[in-house]
Structure formats: structure tokens, C-alpha cells
């Protein structure tokens, strides 16, 4: 069976940066995606697009097919008192924030000046052209509950 929309897709990978560090790897068959539902890069999912189960690819995806470029009006700085009660607030931590327009973002603690704490809402991967290398392990077609909900569900089940 061919990759192709509305097929849940199960893959192995080891992310890397040009320069060859690791940045994220999955190596035991649990990373699985409901492919043309924008649930992975654009990038990487139209180089998997028509491939098969087992099949090994390595691919350059540059940043604008992967986190996209930096959007230096994804940085503002906040009073500290936004962030409650947490005593242990440090740089590099991470909060769900609500975009003006309502959408839930991921935004780091990239400064703590005083009572001003600086956070960015690009991706940790923004600006990066990054390298994969894929195993395909499964293909299969995605169930009416996925079809519907966007994305794969775990073994037995909606789990979210």
C-alpha cells in the first residue's frame, strides 16, 4: 500500500541539523501520523508521499517545508506576574499561551530581566534545515474515528 492521503503512516527516524547533531529520533515504531492531515512537516510529508512500508529515505528539508523562518514578532516581553505562582521560573522553559486570535501556542522563556520575563513563540526548529533519516515500518487505511478527528488514535482507541 502507497502513502497516500487519509493512510496512517508509522515511522522510524533520527532528526539531525545540518551540522549532524541528533535532534529527536523515534526508533521504535510508535511514531505514527494520518498522512495530508498537516500533522507532520509539510516538508517531510510530501517526500514520503507514494512511498511504501518498508522503504529508507534520507532527505534535506529546508526551513520554510520544515518550522518555517524565525518571526521576530513571535518574541515579546511580559510582566513576571503572568506566570502566577511559579517560583522556579528559568530560561528554556515552556507554557501553552493563547495567540490573539484565540489559537493555544508554545511559547520559551528565552529572558528573565526582573520583573519582565521575554518569550518566544517560534518553533525550538525555526530557521532550520533539518535531515532525516526514515524507515517506513506500516501503512495502512485510517479508520472512519480517525478520518474525523484528524489524527491517529492509539491501539484500542480514541486517547485524547
Do not use: C, W
Not at 539531525?16 to 535532534?23: R, S
Not at 518498508?54 to 518571526?71: F, H, K, N, W
Not at 508554545?106 to 518569550?119: A, F, L, N, Q, R
Request: charged share 20%.
Amino acid at each position: 500500500m502507497k502513502i497516500s492521503a487519509n493512510k496512517v503512516v508509522t515511522i522510524n527516524y533520527v532528526l539531525k541539523d545540518t551540522e549532524g547533531n541528533v535532534l529527536d529520533t523515534a526508533s521504535d515504531g510508535s511514531f505514527a501520523y494520518l498522512h495530508g492531515s498537516n500533522n507532520i512537516i509539510p516538508g517531510l510529508e510530501n517526500a514520503l508521499q507514494q512511498r511504501q512500508a518498508g522503504e529508507t529515505l534520507s532527505v534535506l528539508i529546508p526551513a520554510e517545508q520544515a518550522y518555517g523562518l524565525r518571526d521576530e514578532r513571535l518574541q515579546q516581553t511580559v510582566p513576571r506576574e503572568m506566570f502566577g505562582d511559579i517560583d522556579a521560573l528559568e530560561h528554556g522553559m515552556q507554557f501553552h499561551a493563547e495567540s490573539p486570535d484565540g489559537e493555544m501556542v508554545v511559547v520559551t522563556v528565552v529572558d528573565i530581566s526582573g520583573d519582565e520575563v521575554t518569550v518566544d513563540g517560534n518553533h525550538p526548529f525555526a530557521d532550520l534545515a533539518l535531515n532525516f533519516d526514515v524507515e517506513i515500518v506500516a501503512v495502512r487505511d485510517a479508520s472512519a474515528e480517525e478520518l474525523s478527528h484528524g489524527h491517529v488514535h492509539g491501539a484500542g482507541g480514541h486517547h485524547h
